[in-house]
């Protein structure tokens, strides 16, 4: 088995700290087991160069939230799938300059 469905990360919120980070193939699922949600699935830190690719995000009430303590630059979400329990695919990024090259793009909703 490869890709996302080979690595899962369980019960936790993926908080992205650091510059030039990229997040690619993996599951991210927020439940912790005893039926508690995680925020996000992945939050992302005021950082520049932050890439997440091709990963499935599920229960969790954000999939990536983009603003979290700080705002990204250069922020990419592509090629994600938003599984089922995700409330919102991708929130809080108005906050994120507008100037940045944001890129979000070929992303998919599964309910």
Excluded at 25 to 46: E, P, Q, W
Excluded at 51 to 64: H, M, Q, R, S
Excluded at 70 to 98: D, H, K, M, S
Aim: aromatic share 4%; proline share 4%; with cysteine.
């Amino acid at each position: 088995m490869e890709g996302p469905e080979a690595t899962i990360i369980q019960g936790a919120m993926l908080q992205v700290m650091a510059k030039n980070v990229t997040v690619e193939g993996f599951t991210i699922d927020g439940d912790d087991g005893a039926g508690n949600l995680a925020t996000s699935a992945v939050a992302v830190a005021g950082h520049d160069g932050v890439i997440i690719k091709d990963n499935v995000l599920i229960n969790a009430t954000k999939g990536v939230m983009g603003d979290y303590y700080g705002r990204p630059t250069n922020l990419t979400i592509t090629g994600n799938t938003f599984g089922p329990g995700i409330a919102y695919g991708i929130a809080q990024t108005e906050g994120v300059t507008p100037n940045s090259r944001r890129q979000c793009r070929e992303n998919r909703l599964r309910r």
